[in-house]
């Protein structure tokens, strides 16, 4: 595959070195037998500036300083939002609280518990993602490239994957009750409240990526 690589990019660099245009270049890769994806990747790597010589575009490069950055960013935010959805769980459990739940001291205690840490996890683990959040974006805008890193892709495409197996897990569970015929209130306003975490972090990530491909 690494050998295919190189023989595709050096194939369009010496096209562009003879004078071939971008198009004719990727008609005789199509004609060979390269997918138009592979061909548009090996051309998008030469600006379309007039010059005697291909132009290369700048590359995104990865510091240590920025794969710091997007791992404390993304591991925040999958720490925001599992402690975001067991307070939630916990105020359900509060206002609909369940009747055969025996042994009321001890319930209470654990909920109490169990709030107590949601709420400061989120004092602490929330602003942290925002603020680290903010300098990414505003280093993104001041460096478009860097869009490309190849970890920030990675954990996107990640967390779309886990936000999109959470919402398959969680429509799951309500089927299976709706068809058991043991839905109740706090069942339902759990799945809802699992359902707009994960689908608002799917959402925006699937548009950030949308975004990305549009300015490409």
């Known amino acids: 595959m690494a050998s295919g690589s190189q023989e595709l990019e050096g194939f369009v660099r010496e096209a562009l070195l003879r004078g071939q245009s971008k198009e004719a270049t990727a008609q005789a890769l199509s004609a060979a037998g390269w997918s138009a994806e592979q061909t548009r990747g090996a051309l998008d790597a030469y600006a379309d500036v007039g010059f ?7 590359r995104a490069s990865l ?9 404390v960013m993304f591991t925040t935010l999958y720490f925001v939002a599992y402690n975001l959805g067991s307070l ?12 055969a739940d025996n042994g009321y001291e001890f319930w209470r205690k654990s909920l109490d518990d169990s709030l107590r840490w949601s709420v400061s996890a989120l004092v602490i683990a929330f602003p942290v993602f925002a603020f680290v959040a903010h300098r990414v974006a505003r280093d993104v805008a001041r460096h478009p490239i860097k869009r490309l890193s190849p970890v920030r892709r990675w954990l996107t495409y990640l967390t779309l994957f886990i936000a999109a197996t959470v919402l398959i897990g969680d429509m799951t569970a309500l089927v299976y009750n709706l068809l058991g015929g043991e839905l109740s209130l706090r069942f339902v306003l759990k799945v809802l409240v699992v359902a707009t975490i994960a689908g608002s972090v799917f959402g925006y990530y699937l548009w950030d990526l949308r975004r990305e491909e549009n300015q490409a």
């Open 63 to 71: 510091s240590a300083r920025e794969a710091f950055a997007y791992l």
């Open 52 to 58: 005697v010589l291909p132009v290369p575009k700048p």
């Open 88 to 99: 939630l769980f916990d105020l359900i459990n509060v206002a609909w609280p369940d009747a």
